[in-house]
């Protein structure tokens, strides 16, 4: 077991009613003037809006608005909003929605408090950010696990990429399974597989040590409640287990004592930076596809993964073919959750030319048991196409 440093920042107040219960309790802690950060026009429709800025308000705090955080969150989003918060004089930021909004504020945040171009001092100056505009996160949508640390993924229109950037985590998470209800149900699919791809990619990295059994279960339960939400869209009960399954990997516990496995990550965030495509929808396509060139690299972890995630029987099985067998599983289990299992069926506008440049330019992980060759990543992206 590799020696760590673990730390978990973020207070979580879980459960139904928490804005109402405990908004304004949080809210003390900071200055006047509040940033609330947003996406499209669902937290408006829902009422959610009218009900924030209201607290906002009887809590004595001047609302700067700061709406149209899209998916895949670009760079040039987290200038304005720095702009925003230096400019209005921002005391606190209050993010509203899933992955993309928090993920943009906790770079926003950091960016305002940093002494240049914030890309170009990550990027080329590796700087880290020490501080930046304190923040606190409404989760309106489950899946990224988004708000329970201090890393963002944005993409650089102007370079054609993503990169996951450091930024500041936020002070506090509100994560009521109630707002999950007017969720599409295949965008909350897309959120359950992101998260189950978080807890694989820490798995199948090197080592093993208790934080692989503890990520075995969080997995199983993952499924278990996919399978029941399927059944009973509505039941409040399932919807709050899958969004604190999918807050838990990213406390990154899961990672402690080993190293992560992450390569489906970045060559998603590479294809997206050409096709802005959803995040989990195309995790959905590469994983198999990924599993299925490195299986017979590491058989026993994914046999063992079979048995105690999908609960596959391994009596009259080589330790191979329930290795296989738990990548069919996997795929299988992307068809249960009504997504796609190619790219043209997901709608992305690829082709060969586009492919080409992600596998020439995605990040590959050193730290998997094999490296795939780019020619490699190349071909099993094609596999997919």
């Known amino acids: 077991m590799k020696n760590f440093f673990y730390h978990a920042p973020v207070k979580v107040l879980f459960g139904e009613g928490g804005v109402e ?3 304004g309790m949080e809210l003390r802690a900071y200055g006047k003037t509040v940033m609330l950060a947003y996406g499209g026009g669902s937290v408006k429709r829902s009422g959610l809006y009218d009900q924030l800025t209201g607290i906002l308000e009887q809590a004595g705090k001047t609302v700067v608005d700061f ?3 899209t998916s895949n969150p670009t760079y040039d989003m ?4 720095a702009e925003t918060v230096k400019n209005q004089n921002v005391d606190f930021i209050l993010a509203v929605g899933g992955g993309s909004v928090m993920d943009c504020v906790k770079v926003i945040s950091a960016a305002a408090k940093a002494p240049g171009d914030y890309w170009k001092l990550i990027f080329e100056d590796h700087y880290y950010p020490m501080s930046g505009t304190p923040w606190g996160a409404v989760v309106t949508l489950s899946g990224t696990g988004s708000e329970m640390n201090g890393l963002g993924g944005i ?4 370079l054609n990429t993503k990169a996951t950037m450091p930024g500041t985590p936020a002070g506090f998470a509100i994560c009521d399974p109630t707002y999950l209800l007017t969720v599409p149900q295949k965008q909350l699919a897309s959120g359950i597989f992101d998260n189950l791809s978080h807890c694989m990619e820490t798995y199948f990295g090197p080592g093993e040590c208790v934080s692989d059994a503890m990520n075995e ?3 199983h339960d993952i499924i278990e409640n996919a399978r029941a939400w399927r059944r009973d869209p509505k039941n409040i009960e399932i919807l709050g287990n899958l969004m604190w399954d999918s807050s838990l990997p990213q406390t990154f516990l899961f990672n402690c004592g080993k ?6 990550h970045p060559i998603e965030a590479q294809l997206c930076a050409y096709t802005g495509g959803n995040h989990g929808m195309a995790l959905a396509v590469i994983h198999p596809s990924y599993y299925r060139h490195i299986v017979k690299d590491m058989p026993e972890k994914f046999a063992r993964f079979g048995q105690r995630v999908f609960d596959l029987d391994p009596a009259g099985k080589t330790t191979q073919e329930l290795a296989d067998e738990a990548v069919e599983a996997v795929a299988a ?3 249960e959750l009504g997504l796609d299992s190619s790219f043209t069926e997901l709608g992305l506008k690829v082709d060969e030319d586009i492919l080409r440049k992600v596998s020439e330019n995605c990040g590959v992980n050193p730290s998997m048991p094999r490296v795939l060759p780019r020619e490699e990543i190349f071909q099993m992206l094609m596999e997919v196409m």
């Open 217 to 219: 279960a969080v997995m």
């Open 21 to 23: 219960r405990h908004l």
């Open 155 to 158: 993409s650089n229109k102007a």
């Open 67 to 69: 709406g149209g955080i």
């Open 333 to 335: 289990f992307v068809k």
């Open 259 to 264: 190293e992560g496995g992450f390569q489906c």
């Open 78 to 81: 987290v200038v304005k909003g």
